[in-house]
């Protein structure tokens, strides 16, 4: 298994891109960090582009675990999506 740490070396733009439909982005954010809450991103509305932009700007906003298998993902903890990805 290789783990990563996302708030050390976030993942690219590019490939936020190619893992994150344009519709609903906002459900691959991190609600419970504590810059979704100071941001109250709950309550707004964000485009595709927003959600990167922001996940790029702070690392902790991304949805983990982020499971990657070629070009499949998983955001957030999910064992019925990983056993979708095996």
């Known amino acids: 298994m290789v783990t990563h740490d996302l708030?050390?070396?976030?993942?690219?733009?590019d490939l936020l891109e190619k893992l994150i439909p344009a519709e609903?982005?906002?459900?691959?954010?991190?609600a419970r960090s504590p810059a979704y809450?100071?941001?109250?991103?709950?309550?707004k509305s964000l485009t595709k582009r927003q959600v990167i932009d922001l996940m790029l700007e702070e690392?902790?906003?991304i949805?983990?675990?982020?499971?990657?298998?070629?070009?499949?993902?998983?955001?957030?903890?999910s064992p019925e999506q990983?056993?979708?990805?095996?």
């Open 7 to 13: 708030a050390k070396d976030p993942p690219s733009r």
């Open 24 to 30: 609903d982005a906002a459900s691959y954010l991190n």
């Open 37 to 43: 809450k100071e941001r109250d991103l709950g309550t």
């Open 59 to 61: 690392p902790n906003l």
């Open 63 to 77: 949805r983990r675990p982020l499971v990657l298998r070629g070009t499949k993902a998983v955001f957030g903890f």
């Open 82 to 86: 990983y056993e979708e990805l095996i």
